[in-house]
């Protein structure tokens, strides 16, 4: 079974800084990606970047940034000069590449209120 | 090249009633999850469909069905509803080929349930 711990509830950041949001991830398989999705209060889950198991390089999306540490089973979102349209609930999800099918498990999700 | 449509967007029911919500896939997809994400937390999978047939199901009870068109678009069906059944309802469409391993799955803007 496959585990995402997002263990940042909430958390504020000032206009034009950076933010890392933490993600830590559990799974005995050796293939999986790691997604970042960001969901506005109107509900809608917006992909921002995706990160594959065997992926050499960290993936970049704009301004995000996903800092992949393989050994430590995490992929921290970072996000970098904070707009106002960046406050909204992000979640951290992983799939096992499976033949069987593209099942998402899902954190608990991190709140960014980013303040002028 | 649109995204993945649900409808309706929001809905009321009462304890016992039926519902039934609507998803079309995004163009050039052909596989369609469904996921309940109650208040407050990540999202939950529901199950899976590919070529008209469930592929995977999450831990959910048999209220809980589903249906895949030839065109692709699906339906998510709950019986019997309760109380706790009140969460956005959020689609997902994915290719089979390739999506596997490559991220691409995308949300809708989901259907919230409200049960009375």
């Known amino acids: 079974a496959q585990k995402i711990t997002q263990t940042q509830p909430g958390m504020f950041v000032q206009e034009k800084e950076a933010v890392t949001l933490d993600c830590t991830y559990d799974?005995?398989?050796?293939?999986?990606?790691l997604f970042w999705y960001k969901q506005p209060s109107s509900g809608e889950m917006i992909f921002l970047i995706y990160?594959?198991?065997?992926?050499?390089q960290n993936a970049t999306e704009g301004r995000y940034s996903l800092n992949f540490q393989k050994a430590r089973k995490s992929a921290n979102l970072v996000i970098s000069a904070s707009q106002l349209g960046d406050s909204a609930m992000y979640f951290c999800?992983?799939?096992?590449?499976?033949?069987?099918?593209?099942?998402?498990?899902f954190g608990g999700g991190t709140r960014v209120l980013v303040k002028p | 090249d649109a995204g993945v449509t649900q409808s309706p967007t929001h809905l009321i029911k009462t304890r016992g009633q039926q519902v039934t919500l609507r998803c079309s896939p995004k163009?050039?997809?052909?596989?369609v999850s469904w996921y309940q994400q109650a208040l407050g937390q990540g999202p939950q999978f529901i199950f899976q469909?590919?070529?008209?047939?469930?592929?995977q199901r999450g831990n959910f009870p048999d209220r809980f069905s589903g249906h895949q068109f030839p065109n692709y678009s699906s339906e998510l069906n709950v019986n019997a509803l309760l109380l706790g059944d009140s969460a956005l309802y959020l689609c997902?469409?994915?290719?089979?080929?390739?999506?596997?391993?490559?991220?691409?799955?995308?949300f809708g803007e989901g259907s919230r349930l409200t049960v009375l």
């Open positions: 999800a992983m799939n096992v590449i499976k033949a069987a099918g593209n099942k998402l498990t």
């Open positions: 799974t005995s398989d050796p293939s999986y990606g």
């Open positions: 163009s050039g997809h052909d596989t």
């Open positions: 990160q594959g198991s065997y992926d050499q």
């Open positions: 469909y590919y070529e008209e047939e469930e592929r």
């Open positions: 997902a469409s994915s290719p089979q080929a390739g999506g596997l391993s490559t991220g691409e799955l995308f």
